[in-house]
């Protein structure tokens, strides 16, 4: 074999191989999402320098963790920023309900789904946590854990929180942006998925 082969993952599922023979083998260097998150030295650097910016170390902290290193979160970011006086005020509430943000998901992910995809992704917003029974009691069916390991395989903001896919969360932005969509939702549906989630 000429080497391993290199798998990159901008884009949005795992490709058809056979990941975990290549895996066993070293045949496959993996570069997740969350390999391509900024940190918050690049994110500074990136306000900085090249958006000529000039944010303050707790400004650049603050919009890092709130956009988890998401690149095109933080691209959104700095289209928001511009020509603003107060950029420190614009980054503490820069929330997944910025226009950019909202835009960017709304159409680039949810709208792109399978009809089950985003009405699952919105019954199971509530919960700060996510697991595959939790899921189920939530949306009233059963394969919440198998959606649960098909959204994270298509890299669908769920951010893992251990090594055996029992538990997910959702990614800050975009969960606010779920919860801006469940706004628009009867407020019966709603108090009902609050009951199932409790």
């Known amino acids: 074999?000429?080497?391993?082969?290199?798998?990159?993952?901008?884009?949005?599922?795992?490709?058809?191989?056979?990941?975990?023979?290549?895996?066993?083998?070293?045949?496959?260097?993996?570069?997740?999402?969350?390999?391509?998150?900024?940190?918050?030295?690049?994110?500074a650097v990136n306000f900085n320098e090249v958006m000529e910016a000039a944010l303050k170390a707790q400004d650049v902290a603050a919009l890092e963790a709130r956009t988890?290193?998401?690149?095109?979160?933080?691209?959104?970011?700095?289209?928001?920023?511009?020509?603003?006086?107060?950029?420190?005020?614009?980054i503490a509430g820069f929330t997944g309900d910025d226009r950019y943000i909202v835009d960017y998901l709304v159409e680039e992910v949810l709208k792109r789904q399978p009809e089950p995809v985003p009405r699952f992704l919105l019954q199971t917003f509530i919960p700060s946590r996510l697991?595959?029974?939790?899921?189920?009691?939530?949306?009233?069916?059963?394969?919440?854990?198998?959606?649960?390991?098909?959204?994270?395989?298509?890299?669908?903001f769920l951010v893992t929180l251990d090594d055996y896919r029992t538990w997910y969360r959702h990614h800050h932005l975009f969960a606010d942006v779920l919860q801006a969509r469940l706004m628009d939702e009867p407020p019966g549906w709603v108090a009902k998925l609050h009951l199932r989630a409790s």
Request: aromatic content about 4%; glycine content about 12%; proline content about 7%.
């Open 1 to 43: 074999m000429a080497g391993p082969l290199l798998e990159t993952k901008p884009s949005p599922a795992d490709p058809p191989f056979p990941l975990a023979r290549l895996r066993a083998r070293g045949e496959l260097i993996e570069i997740r999402a969350a390999d391509l998150r900024f940190t918050a030295e690049e994110t």
């Open 68 to 90: 988890e290193g998401w690149v095109a979160a933080l691209q959104q970011a700095a289209l928001s920023v511009q020509g603003r006086n107060d950029i420190a005020g614009f």
């Open 131 to 156: 697991g595959g029974s939790l899921c189920d009691a939530v949306t009233g069916q059963a394969g919440g854990k198998a959606m649960l390991e098909v959204l994270e395989c298509g890299n669908m």
